[in-house]
Structure formats: C-alpha cells, structure tokens
DNA sequence: CAGTCGCA
DNA sequence: TTGC
C-alpha cells in the first residue's frame, strides 16, 4: 500500500476532511513554536477520572488548556501545574488552523486554544468524542507532526468499527458538521524515526472551546 | 450522575 | 471488541 491510494479513501468518510502534507513546509517552525509552549507549560501525562495515566503527554496554549483529572474532563483558563494562564496561541498556530479549516468548508473558523499531544511509541488514545467544547458549530483541526500514526475514525456511537486512516507528519484532519462528535482515537504508536523528531508524534488540536 | 481521552 |  502506497500513501498515494490511501486519502482518496478519506473523501468517502462523511464528515472529515484531509489534507495531506498541508503543513510540510512549516514542520521544523511549527515544532520549534511547540518548544516554546512546552517551555512555559510542559508537557505532563494526566490522569484520567478513573485514576489512571494517559500514555500521551499533553500541555495546551490559547484562552483555554484541556485538563483531566480526578475530578473530570474540562477547559481550565490556567495551568493547574503552574497556576500560570496557558501560553498565547501563536499566531502561526491561529493562521495554520483557519487556513486548513477554511480549506475544509469551515471558513469563520476562529480557535481559541490548540491541544497538543506528545506520543512515544506505545502511546495511544482510546476511541473517544471531544464533546467537552461549548461551540460545536466549530470544527475540530488536528495537524500531525513527526513519528507517523494510525488514526481511528469512528462514528456516533463506540461500538461503530472505526476506519484505519495512516497519519504522516504534515497531514492535517479537519471534522465538523455532522461528524463533530464522532468518536475517533490513534492506534498504539510504532517505533520509529523521524528526521526532525526522532521517535516522537506530536498533534495539535485546534478547537473553538470557550 | 453518567460516561468513561483506559483497561482487560 | 465490549463492558466496566
């Protein structure tokens, strides 16, 4: 299987929209300004309400940070690790987003926060909806960088059999619409090597969620 | 409370 | 993959 026959697939999944290498060109600034981020909010594993660890390592930037902990799922307008407000989005952030979501069919998109997700290999994310946004309306943006990664795209409910979609770095997924809550999720991450990264995935999360 | 971005 |  060649990358070549795998995005015509994706025209057939209602809902998302991919746009390969979409952001090849800006791979080395776009992981630099990520640095920058990490270098006022560092990454950190957090627990779910369950008690348990994610395998993913995650920090934040824009109005709001995506947090778990004991006591939920939620937006926190600060860092509970430093009690700090979440870095500004970079506007190279800001611009990447609107660009590919305005691509996508989702021109007033406007985002206030981006999560940024950090996987070694191993790491996963469980089929999951991102629902704990207030604006729906709003498409979800997630841009791939580094290691590659195997992303699972669901439907309305769990038990849907979620298409496999191969993610490089570079590739950015747009979903919206009728598709905003579908479950989606990333294959346990395998070893490997990037130029620029070494061992490592990153995604950047773009969403509308305050 | 329900579900569960995890786990078996 | 499904139930907790």
Redesign the pocket.
């Known amino acids: 299987m060649t990358t070549g026959e795998l995005f015509p697939e994706t025209l057939a999944l209602p809902g998302l929209t991919s746009l390969p290498g979409f952001a090849l060109a800006e791979e080395q600034a776009l992981l630099q300004t990520i640095d920058t981020v990490a270098a006022r909010a560092p990454f950190r594993r957090m627990k779910?309400?369950?008690g348990?660890?994610?395998?993913?390592a995650m920090t934040n930037c824009g109005a709001a940070g995506?947090v778990?902990d004991a006591r939920?799922?939620r937006y926190a307008r600060l860092d509970p690790q430093s009690g700090q407000p979440w870095p500004k989005m970079p506007d190279s952030f800001r611009t990447l987003a609107q660009r590919a979501a305005a691509q996508s069919g989702f021109p007033g998109f406007v985002p206030d926060m981006a999560l940024i997700n950090r996987y070694e290999p191993g790491a996963?994310?469980?089929?999951?909806?991102?629902?704990?946004e207030r604006n729906f309306a709003a498409p979800i943006v997630s841009v791939s960088l580094g290691l590659s990664a195997i992303f699972l795209w669901g439907g309305p409910k769990?038990?849907d059999?979620?298409a496999r979609l191969p993610l490089h770095s570079g590739d950015v997924l747009v979903w919206g619409g009728t598709a905003r809550k579908y479950y989606h999720?990333i294959a346990p991450i395998k070893t490997g090597e990037h130029k620029l990264t070494g061992a490592t995935r990153f995604n950047l999360t773009f969403r509308h969620a305050l």
Do not use: F, V
Not at 52 to 56: L, V
Not at 124 to 132: F, G, S, T
């Open positions: 779910t309400p369950g348990k660890e994610m395998s993913a995506w778990s939920g799922y996963r994310m469980a089929l999951h909806q991102d629902i704990d769990r038990t059999k979620p999720g």
